[in-house]
């Protein structure tokens, strides 16, 4: 094989490559497009190869074009592979070749070889010519070429936004032909959908499932192939239990004949198993390590570790092995090697390792401990003897060699060798002290307040264990050498207080805050308070007591003095400190005695947490300090009212007469006592002379229902009428006179009145309502609704007319106009709470869920919302929430006693008796006078002031249901035109009535 060393010898003259077998060279748009035309002071002649002064000739193909001189060094850039084009000269850069340009050429510049661009036919237009860039795409991007870009891309922007509308519109309306051509499937249907809000619930109901229509859900009939009888025998025999073996090998000694019982097997393996549980007892406690019922549990909750714990596990004993390499005397290593060996159930490698330790760092405690964990209880001793002969001043070693005694002289005889090297150890007195008697306690103490005298546990533990004379010494003794600590005086309190001597309490307390500050001691109010509520803990009310008493006032200036002391009483009762809260409130009384607040503080805790003497007396001492104050007064005759006493009520209001002659309130307060108990005659009497001593609104509001209740209707008409002309706008007072006039008078003098009256107060909200339900029963619903318009027009935003009107309909079965008007009526108040509730009783019950959370998130804390959240809980059976929701609607609102009613009813439902005397107790507490239902009964002149609160509780709770939430109390909106009292009390139930019915809902 000889080398071809024609491949580097240049190529003939006239040579043309490929052509004696027909590959000749040919050209394409692609050579012919980039192709760059010569300068054209340059002629383009065809040269030679050796003439200097002549231009080069242009060849076929890429390259740059340059001329040939003496100073320039040029080329026809020489092809690619083809060979098109060709260099002149071979001195000049570059390979030789021919003129015409058919050889292959050589080297050039770098930039002309970079040119890779895409020259083909589908890169090519006839107008914009080839795509890509027209700069190079390596060239850096500079902040020039940045504002070109964003210019002509905003000039693209502008060009784009001129016909935009117009071509959006076309658009569409090519998209709406498309659409009629063809529609969606949701437009096809479109017209079937629209009919579907005139079905009804029964008909969407009524319609049957669709189900499963496919054919792979239907089911293949069975098919059945009957068993031969080989393969039955076969499974009996499987089944059939195997009571014996028999051995089909022979075996020297045993004759093949043998067969193993497998029942004995068993047995024989029990019998190991049990053997092996009384071998790993110790014979020598009594304990022993495996439980043998628990034996097969136990095995159960052995971990298995992973591959990765156990790798872990590998990595940090190497860790430790290198700590304790190279510290031997670091307690911790071993402690964490000794650890890291138990955890991966070595316990055996982890006693040694901690052996280890002990010998290592013996001066460490923490070792010597953990080595008595990891042990056995005599091993333990052993090692503990070994820490307190290294460590004699540990405490820990002692107290735990003490530990692992079980006898009781045996932790004595340790603990007072303990004390021989430790005399100065708390708690190794400590513990020495609570295994002895007292008496030998007594001496250990006495030795041990020598050798510690700064402990105060010591000291007042002594203390308590010597008589009174002995144990104030004690205190003394302790008071002098340590001089600084408060407790001491404390305890020094206590002991008098648990002697009986209580005068001594407030000269102790104040010699040692006089003591304490001679000293040093900085006396802070807070802290002495904190020590008042623990010695009410401790049943020292008295130290208590003098504690506030001589510390209330530290630090306070005097204008704050009252609000300070009252916030304090209310921080002590909310931490259940009762008796520090009164001996705040009873020294702010002291240094404030015509203070009214204070007073009404005081009688408010008596009254929950006191007694009733307690509560007298203070109420006593209240009207003696602030004869003025009438609530005091009233507090106490009612006190006494409700404590039977009502021949001490009446001396007690006729007191409060002498001291406030004219107040209205007193003297009412005083005909609600002789009407409650039946002493009309008397109350008219109060009645007149308080209408000519005050002359009040309410002194005349009361005469007239007094007289309605006795049925004197001429004499009520008599005084509403001279009422009225001296309180012309007193809406209380129209509304009474338009009851009585319906009882007594022409339909056509009624409605005159009431347009008089409307014409009055049509401010009063209840003389439209009053009205629109007499033009309810007496004439149609087309008059009480054209009432209700004009109510609203003239009192607009008011839900209670919003409420009548939308009622009105209900009731004459026009439940869309009434829909209608309640959504008006959200819209003009969209927080009203009572229409938010009607809305809810007023949905179907799948639709009030949603509804009941629309109005939580309008009314989050409006009772009437919640107590129709509670409604909806209750008709679901969700006992627990609907109790929780009641509770909060009567924690919002308590004087509310529509949803006390509610409350009880439910808990007669679902609660137990407890529940409800809780609920009738705390109804009875709260004492609510509001509420639709609630007035119904409370306010019905054949009831005036004899109804007590448990009887109203009880009475509503027989009434109040679905419809009277939806229309509002019965017979109001009654059709008959009778006007008696008699009538709408007979509907009622009687007391008894009331609780029989309560008990058999």
Same mark, same amino acid.
């Given at each position: ?185 949701? +437009? ?12 009804? @619930? ?7 499932? $669709? ?138 490698? @982890? ?7 002990? +010998? ?363 009422a009225l002309k001296k309180y012309t706008k007193s809406a209380k007072l129209w509304s009474i006179r338009c009851s009585i006039e319906e009882s007594i008078s022409s339909i056509e003098q009624i409605h005159e009145f009431y347009q008089k009256a409307i014409t009055t107060v049509s401010f009063s909200i209840e003389i ?97 919302? $919640? ?135």
């Open positions: 094989n000889r080398p071809k060393n024609f491949l580097n010898v240049p190529a003939p003259p006239h040579y043309v490559p490929g052509l004696g077998r027909g590959a000749t060279g040919f050209t394409t748009r692609s050579d012919i497009g980039p192709a760059r035309m010569a300068p054209e002071s340059q002629p383009t002649t065809t040269g030679t190869p050796n003439n200097t002064n002549t231009p080069v000739t242009i060849g076929r193909g890429r390259g740059s074009i340059v001329t040939q001189s003496n100073n320039i060094p040029g080329r026809i850039g020489g092809g690619g592979a083809s060979g098109n084009g060709g260099n002149i000269g071979s001195n000049i850069n570059g390979s030789g070749g021919n003129i015409n340009g058919n050889s292959g050429g050589g080297g050039g510049d770098d930039d002309d070889d970079d040119d890779r661009g895409d020259y083909s036919e589908s890169n090519f237009d006839e107008f914009e010519g080839y795509g890509g860039s027209f700069y190079d795409p390596t060239a850096p991007y500079e902040k020039d070429d940045e504002e070109a870009d964003k210019i002509w891309s905003e000039v693209d922007a502008r060009m784009d936004s001129r016909r935009k509308l117009r071509r959006e519109q076309r658009l569409r309306e090519e998209l709406k032909k498309f659409r009629a051509i063809r529609p969606k499937i949701q +437009q096809q249907f479109a017209d079937v959908k629209e009919k579907l809000k005139e079905v009804s @619930a029964e008909e969407w109901v009524a319609i049957p499932e $669709i189900g499963d229509r496919s054919i792979r859900s239907k089911k293949r009939p069975e098919r059945y192939t009957p068993v031969p009888d080989s393969l039955l025998e076969k499974a009996r025999l499987e089944n059939q239990p195997i009571s014996s073996l028999s051995v089909g090998t022979e075996t020297p000694g045993i004759s093949s004949s043998v067969r193993q019982d497998l029942n004995q097997i068993g047995e024989a393996r029990k019998t190991v198993l049990s053997l092996k549980l009384k071998q790993s007892s110790d014979s020598v406690t009594g304990q022993t390590v495996v439980d043998p019922k628990g034996y097969l549990t136990d095995m159960k909750s052995i971990k298995i570790n992973t591959d990765a714990e156990i790798g872990d596990i590998k990595r940090a004993r190497l860790l430790l092995k290198s700590v304790i390499l190279t510290n031997p005397k670091h307690g911790p290593g071993w402690i964490a090697a000794a650890r890291l060996e138990e955890l991966a159930g070595k316990i055996v490698i @982890a006693r040694k390792l901690i052996n280890q330790g002990c +010998q290592a760092a013996s001066d460490n405690e923490d070792v010597w401990l953990e080595a008595v964990r990891l042990h056995t209880l005599d091993n333990a001793k052993i090692i503990l003897a070994r820490a307190v002969s290294h460590l004699p001043h540990s405490v820990k070693a002692w107290l735990a060699a003490a530990n692992l005694e079980l006898e009781i002289q045996s932790k004595r005889r340790i603990l007072r060798k303990a004390l021989e090297f430790n005399p100065n150890s708390v708690r190794l007195w400590k513990t020495a002290v609570e295994l002895e008697e007292p008496e030998e306690a007594r001496i250990l103490l006495s030795r041990a307040v020598e050798c510690v005298p700064e402990s105060l546990e010591i000291w007042f533990a002594l203390a308590h264990l010597e008589t009174y004379t002995n144990a104030r010494n004690v205190l003394n003794t302790a008071r002098k050498r340590l001089p600084t600590e408060p407790q001491i005086w404390i305890e020094a309190a206590k002991l008098e207080e648990a002697n009986g001597n209580e005068q001594a309490i407030n000269v102790i307390v104040k010699r040692g805050l006089k003591s304490l500050s001679q000293n040093g001691v900085t006396i802070r109010r807070e802290q002495w308070l904190k020590e008042a509520e623990n010695c009410e803990k401790c049943a020292a009310v008295a130290t208590c007591q003098a504690i506030v008493h001589e510390t209330i006032g530290i630090g306070i200036e005097a204008q704050d003095r009252k609000r300070l002391w009252l916030q304090d009483a209310e921080d002590c009762l909310a931490r259940s400190s009762l008796q520090t809260a009164r001996a705040i409130l009873t020294h702010t009384a002291k240094e404030f005695p015509a203070k009214k607040s204070v007073w009404l503080r005081i009688a408010r805790l008596e009254k929950h947490y006191g007694t009733k003497e307690s509560l007298e007396q203070i109420l006593l001492q209240a009207v003696r300090y602030c004869p003025k104050a009438e609530m005091l007064w009233l507090m106490t005759a009612k006190e006494q009212w409700l404590a039977g006493s009502v021949d001490n009520a009446r001396q007690v209001l006729k007191s409060a007469f002498s001291c406030n002659p004219n107040n209205d309130r007193i003297w009412l307060a005083a005909v609600k006592l002789e009407c409650s108990n039946s002493e009309f005659e008397r109350a008219r009497e109060l009645l007149q002379r308080a209408r000519e001593l005050s002359g009040a609104e309410k002194v005349w509001i009361k005469s007239a229902k007094l007289e309605r209740t006795l049925n004197n209707l001429t004499n009520a008409c008599q005084l509403l009428d001279t439209w309502l009053q009205a629109a339900q007499w033009e309810e029963r007496v004439f149609s619903t087309n008059k009480a609704r054209s009432l209700l318009e004009k109510a609203r027009l003239r009192n607009p935003k008011n839900e209670r007319l919003w409420l009548a009107a939308i009622r009105v309909e209900l009731k004459a079965n026009n439940k869309k106009i009434a829909i209608n008007l309640l959504a008006k009526a959200l819209q003009e108040c969209p927080n009203s709470g009572i229409l938010w509730a009607h809305s809810i009783a007023t949905e179907s019950h799948p639709r009030q869920k949603a509804r009941c959370l629309e109005a939580i998130k309008r009314c989050d804390d409006d009772p009437f919302v $919640i107590a129709a959240a509670a409604r909806l809980f209750w008709d679901d059976r969700k006992i627990d929430k609907a109790r929780v929701w009641f509770e909060r609607a009567i924690t919002l609102n308590p004087d509310l006693g529509d949803n006390w009613a509610s409350y009880y009813k439910f808990e007669v439902q679902h609660g137990t008796q407890e529940q409800q005397k809780n609920i009738i107790n705390r109804c009875i507490e709260a004492e609510p006078l509001h509420g639709e239902l609630w007035e119904f009964i409370s306010k019905n002149p054949q009831f005036y002031s004899r109804l007590s609160t448990e009887i109203v509780l009880k009475k509503v709770a027989t009434i109040i249901d679905e419809s009277t939430v939806l229309l509002g109390p019965p017979l109001i909106f009654s059709n008959s035109n009778s006007n008696s009292n008699s009538k709408i009390s007979s509907s009622l139930p009687s007391e008894t009535e009331s609780d029989q019915e309560i008990l058999n809902i």
